[in-house]
């Protein structure tokens, strides 16, 4: 139930249906792997994208001083 719930609130975001059909063309034309692809479009969650400004943890860096 939440998984779904999360699936379709990401999907919906504006930037994310923007970025979805070039992934999905990008990995059937094998210019692009599956985690790849899955990676940029989770990076639209720290980037903040359409959906709000970019979050204050989005910028800092974690205990280990990696960027997060």
């Given at each position: ?12 975001r504006p930037d994310v249906a923007r970025l ?16 790849e692809a899955a990676r940029r479009l989770l ?26």
């Amino acid at each position: 139930m939440i998984d779904d719930g999360l699936k379709r609130h990401f999907l919906a975001r504006p930037d994310v249906a923007r970025l979805v059909p070039e992934m999905e063309a990008a990995v059937a034309g094998a210019k692009l792997t599956v985690t790849e692809a899955a990676r940029r479009l989770l990076g639209l969650l720290d980037e903040g994208g359409d959906s709000g400004a970019r979050s204050a943890a989005g910028s800092r860096r974690n205990v280990l001083g990696r960027r997060r």
